[in-house]
């Protein structure tokens, strides 16, 4: 059997809120609670379990999520009706911008507890870079 990542704990003041905050833009469902998780299960069979912790044992974590181009319309259009601020760079550098490293396209925001989420089209090191 190869390795594979089956599932990651992300912490949150609101288990249900952030699962479904991430849910919504990346255009997925929140599963029901189990125990004290809320999970959301990507396409590859990985699974975000959310669990609520206090707030000052958060660490902000990175999240990158590689998609379609057509999940991505989705998902930037998601971003801009909820007026999220975003990126187009992991340094907030540029703001309201995406980039179109590797050929494709890129946008970072922040989760409701500042996790930093990515979408991407393109794998890193895949295809030339234009920013």
Do not use: C
């Not at 999940?71 to 259009?77: A, C, N, T």
């Amino acid at each position: 059997m190869s390795v594979q990542l089956n599932h990651t704990i992300v912490h949150s003041r609101n288990n249900r809120e952030s699962a479904d905050f991430l849910a919504h833009v990346l255009g997925l469902e929140a599963g029901e609670e189990w125990g004290p998780f809320v999970p959301v299960e990507l396409s590859n069979g990985v699974t975000l379990d959310f669990a609520t912790v206090p707030e000052g044992s958060i660490v902000p974590q990175h999240y990158a999520f590689l998609v379609t181009e057509a999940e991505f319309d989705g998902i930037f259009q998601r971003i801009q009706d909820a007026e999220l601020t975003f990126w187009a760079d992991p340094y907030q550098q540029r703001p309201g911008e995406i980039n179109h490293n590797d050929g494709g396209r890129g946008v970072y925001f922040l989760d409701p507890v500042g996790h930093a989420l990515e979408a991407l089209t393109r794998p890193y090191g895949s295809g030339q870079d234009k920013s």
